[in-house]
């Protein structure tokens, strides 16, 4: 078992920043991935950035620029830096973790960014 702790979010204007963390139980090397998904209301959950066990990231295209995934092995914590904020932006950020092909889920940090 995995337990994921997404924090940071809040409500923001667009133009600008913020920083969500995802504290995990274990050691976030023993995953395969750590992830970041979002959900605006009405829409399905969509892949965000990813970062990988032996290094390496990808970024879906709308944030591709804007968004930076990065990680703290001594914390066990995962981060997702946002600039640059659209109000397309907006929704329930949450974290994941792939651990030998298993999925586990944070609960999630709201993120509203207004116009």
């Known amino acids: 078992q995995v337990q994921l702790v997404e924090s940071g979010g809040g409500l923001v204007q667009a133009g600008g920043s913020l920083r969500l963390s995802c504290a995990t139980s274990?050691?976030?090397?023993?995953?395969?991935?750590m992830g970041w998904y979002r959900q605006a209301p009405g829409n399905q959950r969509e892949l965000v950035g990813r970062i990988w066990r032996i290094g390496g990231t990808n970024y879906a295209d709308s944030v591709k620029g804007r968004f930076t995934i990065s990680r703290d092995s001594a914390k066990n914590t995962v981060y997702l830096q946002m600039n640059s904020l659209k109000p397309e932006d907006t929704g329930v950020y949450y974290c994941k973790a792939t651990v030998n092909g298993l999925a586990y889920w944070g609960k999630g940090t709201l993120v509203t960014v207004s116009s």
């Open positions: 274990r050691s976030i090397l023993s995953a395969d991935a």
